[in-house]
T-cell receptor, first 116, second 113 residues
Framework: DGGITQSPKYLFRKEGQNVTLSCEQN?????MYWYRQDPGQGLRLIYY???????QKGDIAEGYSVSREKKESFPLTVTSAQKNPTAFYLC???????????????FGSGTRLTVV | DQQVKQNSPSLSVQEGRISILNCDYT??????FLWYKKYPAEGPTFLIS?????DKNEDGRFTVFLNKSAKHLSLHIVPSQPGDSAVYFC????????????FGTGTRLTVIP
């Protein structure tokens, strides 16, 4: 079955450590996105990528980094520079960054990151 | 600056009654609107959408209404069922230069049996 897989589901990080969240899709979608969800704040865009080897910052990119070496994969690294990383992280994809009006997003099941 | 707003963080409705979830937006260039449903610890799933050329779209128990002049849309669920209890996000697309969805803050719907 086609879909988006995020791993791990739960992740604990010590302060000062970098961690990488995985996102893989087999939907043959061109565009991929990372969102962060905090209580009462909805979904905020961190980074997005419309094609391989290209990505753009979203509204809250500081303290995060991404790569898009393969169409299927869009990993997110939460660096030690992110001051408040504890949150629920959602990866999404769409057929095309230009055509989201027609199809919207398909979301993964999310990763809950907790800093301990 | 929040371009899509859901001003009611929560809503409780009796089973069998109508649930009405509201959403307002500020960018008149948005041309497509979507509703997503989210259960705890899961990703949102697409529920229903509407293009700006329409004012109503219906899919089973779910109907979305769009009032472009008021920059307002609403999701009606009739009849409401306990399984509808979830957080509902409104999203908008089509802003020039933006190839992503803009989400509201969500409304938690609780359907009481």
């Amino acid at each position: 079955d086609g879909g988006i897989t995020q791993s791990p589901k739960y992740l604990f990080r010590k302060e000062g450590q970098n961690v990488t969240l995985s996102c893989e899709q087999n939907l043959n979608h061109d565009a991929m996105y990372w969102y962060r969800q905090d209580p009462g704040q909805g979904l905020r865009l961190i980074y997005y990528s419309q094609i391989v080897n290209d990505f753009q910052k979203g509204d809250i990119a500081e303290g995060y980094s991404v790569s898009r070496e393969k169409k299927e994969s869009f990993p997110l690294t939460v660096t030690s520079a992110q001051k408040n990383p504890t949150a629920f992280y959602l990866c999404a994809s769409s057929i095309s960054g230009q055509g989201i009006s027609n199809y919207g997003y398909t979301f993964g099941s999310g990763t809950r990151l907790t800093v301990v | 600056d929040q371009q899509v707003k859901q001003n009611s963080p929560s809503l409780s409705v009796q089973e069998g009654r109508i649930s009405i979830l509201n959403c307002d937006y500020t960018n008149s260039m948005f041309d497509y609107f979507l509703w997503y449903k989210k259960y705890p610890a899961e990703g949102p799933t697409f529920l229903i959408s509407i293009s700006s050329i329409k004012d109503k779209n219906e899919d089973g128990r779910f109907t979305v209404f769009l009032n472009k002049s008021a920059k307002h849309l609403s999701l009606h669920i009739v009849p409401s069922q306990p399984g509808d209890s979830a957080v509902y996000f409104c999203a908008a697309a089509g802003a020039p230069g933006a190839n992503n969805l803009f989400f509201g803050t969500g409304t938690r719907l609780t359907v009481i049996p």
